[in-house]
C-alpha cells in the first residue's frame, strides 16, 4: 500500500502519546509520518487508558486511570476522514485494569473480549472499507503474573493471555495484526534490551520507538 498522502489515526496509550520518548517528533507514528511523506498522523493516545471499562471499588474509584476515556469510550471521537486506523494497547487492561478477561461471545465493554469485540467492530463500521490495524502489546517486566502490575485483588491472565484474545477478536473481524508481542525483538527481561530500548521494562525510548516505526512501516506498505 502506497502510504505518501495518507491520514492515520493511532488510537493507543501512553506509548502512543509519548511517555518515555524524548519528544513528539521521537514518537513511532512521528517517524513513520517524515520517513514515508503522511499527509497527517493523528495522535490519539492518552496515558493509562485501556481497551475495557474500570469496574470499580471503594478504595480505586471507576474513573481512577482516568477510565473516561477508554479506547471503546472514545473511539468515535476520532476524525473521520482517516486512510488508515491503528490501534496500540491492551498493555493497561493487564497491568492495572479490573474488568474481568470475559468470553468470546462478550459484545460490551464490561469485559476485556467484550471491549475487543465492540471496539473493533465499531471501528470496522466508522471506517468502512478503510484498513484497521490492531498492534498487539509489547513484552513488560512482570508479564507473567496473573495479578497485572499493581497487584489486583484476583488473578486475571497473564499480558500473553490478553495478547491471544486481541489476536482471536481481531482475527474474528478479519483484521490485520501486527504482533509486536511475537515479532518486535523487544523482551526487556535481557538487560541488554532493556537498557537500550524500554528503560523502565514498559515504555519504549527514542530507539524502541524506532523498532516499531521500522515494523509498522514495512506491514503497512504490504497492506
Same mark, same amino acid.
Given at each position: 500500500?502506497?502510504?505518501? =498522502?495518507?491520514?492515520?489515526?493511532?488510537?493507543?496509550?501512553?506509548?502512543?502519546?509519548? *511517555? =518515555?520518548?524524548?519528544?513528539? $517528533?521521537?514518537?513511532? &507514528? %512521528?517517524?513513520?509520518?517524515?520517513?514515508?511523506?503522511?499527509?497527517?498522523?493523528?495522535?490519539?493516545?492518552?496515558? %493509562?487508558? /485501556?481497551?475495557?471499562?474500570?469496574?470499580?471499588?471503594?478504595? /480505586?474509584?471507576?474513573?481512577?486511570? *482516568? !477510565?473516561?476515556?477508554?479506547?471503546?469510550?472514545?473511539? !468515535?471521537?476520532? !476524525? $473521520?476522514?482517516? !486512510?488508515?486506523?491503528?490501534?496500540?494497547?491492551?498493555?493497561?487492561?493487564?497491568? &492495572?485494569?479490573?474488568?474481568?478477561?470475559? =468470553?468470546? $461471545? $462478550?459484545?460490551?465493554?464490561?469485559?476485556?473480549?467484550? %471491549?475487543?469485540?465492540?471496539?473493533?467492530?465499531?471501528?470496522?463500521?466508522?471506517?468502512?472499507?478503510?484498513? *484497521?490495524?490492531?498492534m498487539t502489546p509489547l513484552h513488560r517486566v512482570?508479564?507473567?503474573?496473573?495479578?497485572?502490575?499493581?497487584?489486583?485483588?484476583?488473578?486475571?491472565?497473564?499480558?500473553?493471555?490478553?495478547?491471544?484474545?486481541?489476536?482471536?477478536?481481531?482475527?474474528?473481524?478479519?483484521?490485520?495484526?501486527?504482533?509486536?508481542? %511475537?515479532?518486535?525483538?523487544?523482551?526487556?527481561?535481557?538487560?541488554?534490551?532493556?537498557?537500550?530500548?524500554i528503560p523502565d521494562g514498559l515504555h519504549p525510548n527514542d530507539? =524502541?520507538?524506532?523498532?516499531?516505526?521500522?515494523?509498522?512501516?514495512?506491514?503497512?506498505?504490504?497492506?
Amino acid at each position: 500500500m502506497k502510504l505518501d =498522502g495518507l491520514k492515520i489515526n493511532f488510537l493507543g496509550d501512553s506509548i502512543t502519546q509519548g *511517555v =518515555g520518548a524524548s519528544g513528539p $517528533d521521537s514518537l513511532y &507514528h %512521528a517517524i513513520l509520518k517524515k520517513e514515508v511523506n503522511l499527509k497527517e498522523a493523528k495522535n490519539y493516545g492518552i496515558s %493509562a487508558t /485501556r481497551y475495557a471499562l474500570q469496574k470499580g471499588t471503594p478504595e /480505586r474509584p471507576k474513573d481512577d486511570f *482516568v !477510565d473516561v476515556n477508554s479506547f471503546s469510550e472514545r473511539f !468515535d471521537q476520532m !476524525d $473521520d476522514d482517516a !486512510d488508515i486506523v491503528v490501534v496500540f494497547g491492551g498493555t493497561n487492561d493487564y497491568g &492495572h485494569g479490573d474488568a474481568p478477561l470475559g =468470553g468470546f $461471545d $462478550d459484545r460490551t465493554p464490561d469485559t476485556f473480549y467484550g %471491549a475487543c469485540h465492540y471496539l473493533f467492530s465499531g471501528l470496522v463500521k466508522k471506517y468502512l472499507g478503510k484498513p *484497521v490495524v490492531i498492534m498487539t502489546p509489547l513484552h513488560r517486566v512482570g508479564e507473567t503474573k496473573n495479578t497485572g502490575a499493581i497487584n489486583k485483588s484476583r488473578g486475571y491472565g497473564t499480558l500473553k493471555e490478553y495478547v491471544n484474545i486481541i489476536r482471536e477478536v481481531a482475527e474474528f473481524y478479519s483484521l490485520p495484526v501486527l504482533d509486536l508481542y %511475537a515479532t518486535s525483538g523487544l523482551q526487556p527481561e535481557i538487560p541488554e534490551i532493556m537498557e537500550k530500548y524500554i528503560p523502565d521494562g514498559l515504555h519504549p525510548n527514542d530507539n =524502541g520507538h524506532e523498532v516499531i516505526a521500522r515494523k509498522l512501516k514495512q506491514f503497512l506498505e504490504l497492506l
